[in-house]
């Protein structure tokens, strides 16, 4: 798998690419937003935010708004808020320097583990429906009453997730970690954020209901 690693640091650049290089991945390494945006079709981006020519949160955009492409932010800022806005743009994870290469292994594969269909369930394939919506988790479209909806990848995610059991409460917890990672240990207010974003993308709050002290379900609109 090809990483493009975008970080202008050398003295941070050049181990990550050693070390990347050593455990069997291609690495291609640019330094500005621009060369980013300027690769076509990377496998896996590992962005920096603090680059010389663009803010990274714009570069992040940018990039998801073009492909699903995984994402793992790198940061040296650790204020919730830049976190969340971060997950709100489209990055899959975020890590915060300084960080351990381990550490950057196990994200990767979480991350790509998350973003592969699950070939091994024969229901991925069958399309989930909720009154007048319908997810196809092969095609991740989603339509309500035919009209394609237009969500991130990780709202997509988020709401392919409630989908499997309409009407059941799922806890924050319980979210948290089958959508973002088995040991989430960042902000949960990016979960809010992202049903914020589901709720007014499918166009009626009533879509997904807060359970009070407890988290989430997805039932149709009375």
Known sequence: MDILLVEDDDSIAEPLCAGLQRVGYTVTRVATGG?????????????????????GADVCRELRGRSDVPIIVITARADEIDRVVLLELGADDYMVKPFGFKELQARIRAVLRRAQPRAADPGAT?????????????????????AEVLLTPKEFDLLAFLATDPGAVFSRQEILESVWDTHWYGPTKTLDVHVAALRKKLGETAWIETVRGVGFRLSPPE
């Open 35 to 55: 060369d980013a945006l300027a690769v076509v079709e990377p496998e896996f981006i590992l962005l920096d935010l603090g680059l010389p020519d663009a803010d």
């Open 126 to 146: 069958t399309p989930l429906r909720v009154g007048a919506l319908e997810i196809d988790r092969r095609t991740r479209r989603v339509t309500i009453d035919g």
